[in-house]
């Protein structure tokens, strides 16, 4: 897959964010609740700047041979907009792209909730989920395709570390991913 082709699949993704005036006003209740909540986020919302670093490949699950062929420092980052609620928890839409395991660009866009808890004026943890879209080269050769996964952060100030883990099968998955955010 070329460079163009990723940086037009990211554009496609982030554009699914960017709703026209009014966009809400039809749905029923239930989503018109999610559908104004995104757009809040996307109007409202401060800027993020994403920077994945690491995937660690659970060592129960995999040979000593396939972990070393493994690509585990997962370079990339992204955009996204975020706010923290009336609650204080934090919501926010994102858009990054990195290199897989197989050093191979994997481009995703979502959705992302922590529900907070504040330890100190400046330093906070948090637990929750993301709901995305994502393609993978040796997944549908790239066809985007949903999922969601549990998500922790710790942060101070404006940045915060987040983490994920991919379950799966012996040899597949069973992954844990590790990102940072910055807001600005």
């Known amino acids: ?94 858009a990054m792209a990195f290199l897989d395991s197989h050093s191979k660009v994997q481009p995703i866009a979502g959705y992302g909730f922590l529900k907070i808890g504040q330890v100190s004026d400046n330093f906070r943890l948090g637990a929750g989920y993301t709901v995305f879209l994502t393609a993978r080269h040796d997944i549908m050769s790239y066809v985007p395709f949903p999922g969601i996964l549990p998500l922790v952060s710790a942060g101070y100030k404006d940045a915060m570390l987040y983490a994920t883990y991919i379950p799966g099968s012996s040899g597949a998955g069973n992954v844990l991913f590790v990102f940072g955010r910055w807001h600005f």
């Open 1 to 94: 897959m070329t460079a163009r082709l990723h940086a037009a699949l990211l554009s496609l993704l982030l554009s699914l964010f960017a709703l026209p005036a009014h966009a809400c006003d039809d749905m029923p209740s239930w989503a018109k609740s999610a559908c104004n909540r995104l757009d809040q986020i996307w109007t409202e919302g401060g800027n993020d700047m994403y920077v994945s670093g690491y995937a660690w490949h659970n060592r129960a699950k995999y040979s000593r041979e396939k972990i070393d062929s493994f690509n585990e420092l997962a370079w990339g980052g992204g955009y996204g907009r975020s706010i923290y609620d009336e609650d204080g928890d934090w919501q926010g839409l994102y």
